[in-house]
């Protein structure tokens, strides 16, 4: 069966690199939405509690409920059945009409646009916020926000970090006149907090960094990270292929000489990308013959189990696409096992 091994090494590194980055592990709060970039819930939040990550982001409350006796603190994104309240979630809150529906004491992180204008509330509205918060009698937590251009060379960050700097401002103000603590603020991804050298917010929600990748151009790091996973196919079948015989839906690839060919048990049903045959494929060096089928895919030799996904980026670039398009897609039911 295939596999996919997780290197708590390759983790433990990546986390050690943020902590430094940030000063201390405290401060990162480990991204775990999307089955952990396709990682594996579990492994991976378990992983993140042994090296001592005190927080996690997840998008679901299910995925809040798995990992709960994991962290201190479970931060929601999308919070779709907000009456499921425990201690240790708090519920990301994108407008003002959400706040108004939230049971009293429910704990929340207020989201506002500073410029990317996919959710989040309007500065603007902030006052309205606070009121609503009070009148509901709501536990405010967080105050946080997204760039929009943390990976792109340029000034973008920049001047979305001005305005969030303006946006804390006013927050601090507005918790003096209603007599409240100081929420946690929170803003950097993996690329903001690689990227940026005076990060002074309380935590960071670091994703794609932890699982050893990042999608900035050249002219930014190098970065030490590791990737963490592996995906391994097995050998279904071997068979001898004479000269000219041809392989797979629509026969594209035709033997050149007399070869023996495996076929593995992996294919685009699992999240592989669907090569159609044309120009060349290589799935971690190895050369894959003919069209990737939905259960499977053939290459040359009779290797037992061969490493398909060592680099995620690699592949990913070469499909037109991101590390984390293809991570996120691996199927949840390929068993997942942690190597050192
Ligand atoms: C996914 C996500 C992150 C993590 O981003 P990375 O680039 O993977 O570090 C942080 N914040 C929010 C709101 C997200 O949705």
Known sequence: MAKIALSRSAFFHNLSLLAQKLGNKERIAVVLKDNAYGHGLIPMA????????????????????????????????????????????????????????????????????????????????LKKAFSLLIQQRLQLNGVMTHFRSADILGSELFWQTARWKSVKQEVL????????????FHSANSAAVLR?????????????????????????????????????????TTLSL???????YGGTFAAPLDMRVSTYDIGYGDGLFRYDGEGECFLNGHKVLGKISMDSFSAEGDAEEICIIGDAKEIAHAFGTISYDLLVKLNPLIPRVVVP
Do not use: W
């Open 46 to 125: 378990e992983l993140a509690n042994a090296f001592g990550i005190i927080r996690a982001v997840v998008r679901t409350v299910e995925e809040a409920e798995a990992v709960a006796h994991l962290f201190d603190e479970i931060l929601i994104l999308n919070p779709r059945t907000p009456s499921s309240v425990d201690a240790r979630f708090t519920l990301v809150v994108n407008d003002l009409d959400t706040l108004s529906t939230l049971p009293p004491h429910t704990r929340v992180d207020l989201k506002i646009d500073t410029g990317m204008h996919r959710n989040g509330l309007h500065a603007a509205d």
């Open 173 to 184: 103000r507005l918790c003096g006149i209603h007599a409240l603590p100081k929420p946690l």
């Open 196 to 236: 940026l050298n005076h990060y002074d917010d309380d935590y960071a929600r670091c994703g794609i960094a932890t699982y050893g990748y990042h999608e900035m151009p050249k002219p930014f790091g190098p970065y030490d990270l590791k990737p963490v996973l592996k995906l391994y196919a097995q050998k279904i």
């Open 242 to 248: 004479k000269k000219g015989e041809r392989i797979g």
